[in-house]
């Protein structure tokens, strides 16, 4: 069958016209990055597949309902003086200077002299004292008699 | 006469300037900067502890550590670099205190429908929720059985794509101790998944 002279002139046209050869943009990466991706399941270890998985995993940013007005009321709360709190806090601040105070009244006895029972009269020593009040239930017992 | 357009006003206020009104004692304001931030926050969370109960525990645990420590922002960095440093500290903390209560252990995690070699072979879809929430599993499972410090580093740069000096910046250290790291992390982390794989062809 013999093409009709329109025929003739459109196929001639046709061939003129040049194939349009051009390529999206990126679109080499975005075959290579598949074929990797596709190679990598493939081939790869397993820790590079666990890898991959991990990656793939859309973030799950979903915030439960009024989250920030619980947070809020949890920072009020801890803007609220708390009179506990504050106290125990008080005697911690209050311990480190006792201590010192301590140590000084410590470091002031022992410099002064001491007062020993060999500077004393016997019936004042420490010893009789204690055995004195010991026994004075005792003597008065006596003296009841 | 021509109409006068006004322009839409924008009051949107940035990150430092809130963090200048809550510091001068306006403190609803903070209320705006946690609505910015809360999306991220959660799934930076999620990817550190697959309990729900546990990742409103450390997000409620950041927002207020961000809040106590908000006197000491200088602003010498976006706020954002400050918050989310502070943020992955936080997680990290929280996972150093969870090690003494592991959640899950290795015969919990093994799946009955398709063993491990095929399910590491397989890219969850996204569109299929269950298939989605399986991968979760699969993907804490493994991150369980590595050390924190390994788990922080793997999460930062092979899942988030950070690089060495941003995870430095991140954590605090060296940029050296953080090639360590990751090396340590990458050699942990394919231990727990032939683990899981051994444990399997034991079975």
């Known amino acids: ?145 | 006469m021509q109409a006068t357009e006004t322009a839409p006003e924008t009051d949107v206020r940035t990150d430092e300037e809130l963090v200048g009104l809550v510091v001068g004692g306006e403190v609803h304001c903070f209320e705006e900067l946690v609505v910015r931030y809360q999306p991220r926050v959660f799934g930076m969370a999620r990817k550190y502890f697959r309990n729900e109960s546990d990742v409103e525990d450390v997000v409620q645990t950041i927002f207020t550590k961000t809040f106590q420590k908000l006197g000491s922002y200088r602003g010498t960095a976006p706020f954002e670099h400050w918050f989310m440093r502070l943020s992955v500290n936080t997680c990290y903390d929280a996972l150093r205190r969870r090690r003494n209560r592991p959640e899950h252990t290795i015969s919990d995690m093994l799946f009955d429908d398709e063993n491990w070699q095929d399910r590491l072979g397989n890219i969850p879809s996204g569109d299929d929720p269950e298939e989605l929430e399986e991968a979760r599993e699969l993907v804490h499972t493994v991150l369980d059985q590595v050390s924190d410090r390994a788990r922080i580093v793997l999460t930062l740069q092979e899942l988030e794509g950070r690089s060495i000096r941003e995870i430095a910046e991140i954590t605090g250290w060296s940029e050296s101790l953080v090639k360590v790291q990751a090396f340590r992390a990458r050699k942990e982390m394919r231990a727990a998944v032939e683990r899981f794989l051994m444990k399997e062809k034991r079975l």
């Not at chain 1, 013999?2 to 194939?19: G, M, R």
């Open chain 1, 1 to 145: 069958m013999k093409a009709n002279k329109t025929e003739q002139k459109f196929l001639k046209l046709a061939k003129t016209v040049q194939s349009d050869e051009r390529v999206p943009g990126g679109f080499a990466a975005r075959v290579m990055a598949q074929v990797q991706e596709q190679h990598a399941l493939e081939t790869g270890s397993a820790d590079e597949q666990f890898l991959r998985i991990a990656r793939n995993l859309p973030d799950n940013e979903r915030v439960p309902y009024a989250f920030e007005k619980r947070i809020m009321a949890r920072l009020r709360e801890l803007l609220t003086p708390d009179p506990l709190t504050h106290w125990s806090r008080m005697l911690w601040r209050a311990a480190a200077p006792c201590l010192g105070v301590m140590m000084l009244a410590m470091l002031f006895s022992a410099g002064e002299p001491a007062e020993t029972s060999a500077n004393l009269p016997v019936d004042q020593s420490e010893a009789t004292d204690f055995e004195s009040v010991m026994l004075a239930s005792f003597d008065d017992l006596e003296l009841t008699w």
